[in-house]
Protein backbone atom coordinates (compact mmCIF):
# COMPACT_ATOMS: atom_id res chain seq x y z
CA UNK A 1 0.00 0.00 0.00
CA UNK A 2 1.36 3.39 -0.82
CA UNK A 3 2.15 5.94 2.05
CA UNK A 4 2.36 9.78 1.76
CA UNK A 5 3.94 11.47 4.66
CA UNK A 6 3.90 15.52 4.31
CA UNK A 7 5.92 18.25 6.36
CA UNK A 8 6.57 21.75 6.26
CA UNK A 9 3.68 23.30 7.33
CA UNK A 10 3.53 25.78 9.87
CA UNK A 11 2.84 29.18 11.22
CA UNK A 12 4.00 32.25 8.97
CA UNK A 13 2.80 35.57 8.59
CA UNK A 14 1.07 37.34 5.32
CA UNK A 15 3.42 37.85 2.78
CA UNK A 16 6.14 35.24 3.64
CA UNK A 17 6.90 31.84 2.29
CA UNK A 18 6.94 27.87 3.76
CA UNK A 19 7.52 24.85 1.32
CA UNK A 20 5.67 21.47 1.92
CA UNK A 21 6.79 18.36 1.18
CA UNK A 22 5.41 14.98 0.41
CA UNK A 23 7.46 11.58 0.88
CA UNK A 24 6.15 8.36 -0.56
CA UNK A 25 6.88 4.84 -0.26
CA UNK A 26 7.75 3.21 -3.81
CA UNK A 27 5.28 2.77 -6.36
CA UNK A 28 5.01 -0.32 -8.68
CA UNK A 29 3.77 2.46 -11.38
CA UNK A 30 5.63 5.37 -13.39
CA UNK A 31 2.17 6.61 -14.46
CA UNK A 32 0.81 8.90 -11.65
CA UNK A 33 0.26 12.11 -10.64
CA UNK A 34 0.27 13.84 -7.07
CA UNK A 35 -1.90 16.48 -6.01
CA UNK A 36 -2.17 19.03 -3.01
CA UNK A 37 -5.50 19.70 -1.71
CA UNK A 38 -6.32 21.30 1.63
CA UNK A 39 -8.90 21.90 3.72
CA UNK A 40 -10.22 25.32 5.47
CA UNK A 41 -12.60 24.81 8.71
CA UNK A 42 -16.38 24.78 7.59
CA UNK A 43 -15.18 24.48 3.75
CA UNK A 44 -14.58 22.05 1.31
CA UNK A 45 -11.59 20.53 0.08
CA UNK A 46 -10.07 21.32 -2.57
CA UNK A 47 -7.13 21.00 -4.98
CA UNK A 48 -4.90 23.33 -5.26
CA UNK A 49 -1.80 21.83 -7.38
CA UNK A 50 -1.27 18.91 -9.36
CA UNK A 51 1.97 17.09 -10.84
CA UNK A 52 1.68 14.10 -13.38
CA UNK A 53 4.84 12.14 -13.92
CA UNK A 54 4.62 10.93 -17.39
CA UNK A 55 3.70 14.43 -19.43
CA UNK A 56 4.33 16.74 -16.93
CA UNK A 57 1.05 17.61 -16.59
CA UNK A 58 -0.13 20.28 -13.90
CA UNK A 59 -2.68 22.11 -12.39
CA UNK A 60 -3.06 24.67 -10.33
CA UNK A 61 -6.16 26.70 -8.61
CA UNK A 62 -6.91 30.10 -9.88
CA UNK A 63 -6.47 31.72 -6.02
CA UNK A 64 -2.88 29.99 -6.15
CA UNK A 65 -1.42 30.87 -9.91
CA UNK A 66 1.42 32.55 -9.84
CA UNK A 67 2.15 32.02 -5.63
CA UNK A 68 2.33 28.68 -5.75
CA UNK A 69 5.05 26.18 -7.52
CA UNK A 70 4.71 22.35 -7.54
CA UNK A 71 7.75 20.07 -8.05
CA UNK A 72 8.54 16.42 -8.45
CA UNK A 73 11.85 14.30 -7.21
CA UNK A 74 10.93 11.48 -9.26
CA UNK A 75 14.24 9.62 -7.83
CA UNK A 76 13.12 10.11 -4.53
CA UNK A 77 9.20 10.01 -5.73
CA UNK A 78 8.42 13.08 -3.60
CA UNK A 79 6.93 15.90 -4.56
CA UNK A 80 6.72 19.49 -2.66
CA UNK A 81 4.64 22.98 -2.78
CA UNK A 82 6.98 25.82 -2.45
CA UNK A 83 4.32 28.96 -1.43
CA UNK A 84 5.08 31.88 -1.69
CA UNK A 85 3.55 35.88 -0.96
CA UNK A 86 0.96 33.51 1.62
CA UNK A 87 -2.50 35.15 2.82
CA UNK A 88 -5.00 34.50 5.61
CA UNK A 89 -7.02 32.20 3.12
CA UNK A 90 -4.39 30.09 2.85
CA UNK A 91 -5.02 28.71 5.94
CA UNK A 92 -5.75 25.07 5.90
CA UNK A 93 -5.24 21.36 6.70
CA UNK A 94 -2.91 20.65 3.72
CA UNK A 95 -2.91 17.26 2.14
CA UNK A 96 -1.03 15.37 -0.65
CA UNK A 97 -2.37 12.82 -2.39
CA UNK A 98 -1.77 10.03 -5.28
CA UNK A 99 -3.79 8.80 -8.49
CA UNK A 100 -2.63 6.34 -10.78
CA UNK A 101 -2.51 8.17 -13.97
CA UNK A 102 -0.27 11.08 -14.80
CA UNK A 103 -3.72 13.19 -15.97
CA UNK A 104 -4.61 15.49 -13.38
CA UNK A 105 -7.77 15.62 -11.89
CA UNK A 106 -9.51 18.23 -9.49
CA UNK A 107 -11.77 16.04 -7.77
CA UNK A 108 -10.51 14.36 -4.99
CA UNK A 109 -12.46 11.08 -5.24
CA UNK A 110 -9.89 10.44 -8.16
CA UNK A 111 -6.93 9.85 -5.82
CA UNK A 112 -6.26 6.35 -4.04
CA UNK A 113 -4.32 7.36 -1.49
CA UNK A 114 -3.59 10.10 1.11
CA UNK A 115 -1.28 11.70 3.47
CA UNK A 116 -2.12 12.36 6.65
CA UNK A 117 -2.42 15.81 6.75
CA UNK A 118 -0.06 19.22 7.58
CA UNK A 119 -1.33 22.59 8.93
CA UNK A 120 -1.00 25.73 6.91
CA UNK A 121 -1.64 28.96 9.49
CA UNK A 122 -1.23 32.33 7.93
CA UNK A 123 -1.49 35.21 10.44
CA UNK A 124 -2.30 39.00 9.37
Known amino acids: EVQLVESGGGLVQAGGSLRLSCEAS????????IGWFRQAPGKERELVAC????????YYADSVKGRFTISGDNAKIAAYLQMDSLKPEDTAVYYC?????????????????WGQGTQVTVSS
Open 97 to 113: AHKFGSTCYPEDYEYDY
Open 26 to 33: EFTFRDYA
Open 51 to 58: LGTIDADT
